[in-house]
């Protein structure tokens, strides 16, 4: 794949440069992200759930931080837990991880549960008062008379 210069973009705007990392980030070749596996669903019309499966992992285990709008999920299980562990046959993953997604700007997460092996991050989407749309009144003025003088 060939990539893109998005120089000449942060010459020319002001306050855009989030938007030209992003695109960035969307173009750069990486590894697909395979573990842990996670959905991300709309549940109504400002709000969005991610549900990352993390079987295994305890509330301990695990950190949900935001930074500079972008949403981090961590887990790394305790070293103490696996020296106890004598496995026979291991097919649950219990590997660290590390996985951020990019918030738009009135994206804020509005909590986070641990339920049956699944980490829940709830977000919502906050607009603000000024950036919601408005209705401007149209007024009906009288028109007015043109009085034309007499020259003289």
Do not use: C, W
């Not at 010459?11 to 070749?29: H, N, V, Y």
């Not at 649950?92 to 991050?121: C, E, K, T, W």
Request: hydrophobic share 40%; no cysteine.
């Amino acid at each position: 794949m060939t990539g893109f210069d998005f120089s000449p973009l942060f010459r020319s705007t002001i306050g855009f440069d989030r938007l030209g990392r992003l695109m960035e980030s969307a173009l750069a070749p990486h590894a697909e992200v395979a573990y842990p596996p996670y959905n991300i669903e709309k549940t109504g019309e400002n709000a969005y759930r991610i549900s990352v499966a993390v079987a295994g992992f305890g509330e301990e285990d695990l950190d949900v931080s935001v930074r500079e709008n972008t949403l981090l999920i961590s887990g790394k299980i305790n070293g103490e837990k696996e020296a106890e562990a004598r496995y026979l046959h291991r097919g649950i993953a219990g590997r660290a991880f590390r996985l951020s997604f990019a918030l738009a700007d009135a994206v804020q997460v509005s909590g986070a549960s641990l339920v049956n092996g699944l980490l829940h991050v709830d977000l919502e989407r906050v607009v603000p008062e000024e950036a919601k749309p408005r209705s401007i009144e149209i007024r009906t003025e009288k028109p007015r008379k043109i009085v034309q003088g007499n020259a003289a």
